[in-house]
Nanobody, 122 residues
C-alpha cells in the first residue's frame, strides 16, 4: 500500500526528492525512516494528516523537509545539502489509526514501504 521512489546516487551538497504513494485508506500520520548498513532503522521526519504538525530529526533539520499531498495520496521528502552520512535505505511509513502527533517511534507505524536507496558520494 506504500510505494517509495526517488532515491539515487548524488554528490555531497546535492539534492533529491523522495516520494511515497499511499493507497487504500486514510493515513493519520506518515513518516520517513532510514537504515544504513550495520545500523538500526532511525527516524528522519514525520507529518500529521492535516500537515499541521511535523517533526524532523536533529541530524537532518534545516536540510530535509517533509510534506504531503492528500489529494494525490503522496508523501514527500525534499533532501537538500546531502552529506555522505545520509547514505541509507529510506523507508516511508504510515499509521492507519488515529494519532494527533507526528510520532518519531517505529512501533507507532502500521505499514511500511519497500525502501529506496540513497547514496551520497563525497
Amino acid at each position: 500500500q506504500l510505494q517509495a521512489s526517488g532515491g539515487g546516487l548524488v554528490q555531497a551538497g546535492g539534492s533529491l526528492r523522495l516520494s511515497c504513494v499511499a493507497s487504500g485508506r486514510t493515513w493519520f500520520v506518515m513518516g520517513w525512516f532510514r537504515q544504513a548498513p550495520g545500523k538500526e532503522r532511525e527516524f528522519v521526519a514525520a507529518i500529521t494528516w492535516n500537515s499541521n504538525s511535523a517533526s524532523t530529526a536533529d541530524s537532518v533539520k534545516g536540510r530535509f523537509t517533509i510534506s504531503r499531498d492528500n489529494a494525490e495520496n503522496t508523501l514527500y521528502l525534499q533532501m537538500d545539502s546531502l552529506k555522505p552520512e545520509d547514505t541509507a535505505v529510506y523507508y516511508c511509513a504510515a499509521r492507519g489509526r488515529y494519532l494527533p502527533i507526528p510520532s518519531t517511534t517505529l512501533k507507532d507505524y502500521d505499514y511500511w514501504g519497500q525502501g529506496t536507496q540513497v547514496t551520497v558520494s563525497s
